[in-house]
């Protein structure tokens, strides 16, 4: 599993892209099963994008989700240059024989 941003360092109302990459092996789950929860306060999600890949023995789960923060709550301090974002884990949910397991990717911070 793999969890990416970008860019790192964005301008106030900015778009920002999560991309969460998940590689299941088909005996063991069903990719499209795959499901991602975020939690990217004060950001908005403007778009999520999903896409499944097969392959013979592993497949993947890809999700690409696009926020922008218009929020007050965005812009640094008074006196500060930045602000730094960091996000609670994604919660990546995925249904096995045995019940549904849910694994948590960190979300690396972003700076405004």
């Known amino acids: 599993m793999d ?14 892209t999560i991309r969460v990459e998940v590689v299941v092996d088909r005996d063991l789950a069903d990719p499209e099963s795959v499901e991602v929860e975020t939690d990217l306060e004060p950001f ?35 006196g500060s240059p930045e602000r730094r974002f960091d996000f609670p884990p994604a919660l990546v949910h995925l249904a096995q024989e045995d019940g549904e397991r849910t694994l948590e990717a960190p979300i690396p911070s972003v700076r405004i």
Request: glycine fraction near 6%.
């Open 44 to 78: 908005e999600i403007e778009e999520t994008r999903r896409e499944v890949t097969d392959g013979d023995e592993l497949s993947g789960a890809s999700f690409a989700i696009t926020v922008r923060c218009l929020e007050a709550s965005c812009l640094p301090a008074r």
């Open 3 to 16: 969890v990416a941003t970008s860019p790192r360092a964005l301008y106030f109302g900015d778009t920002l």
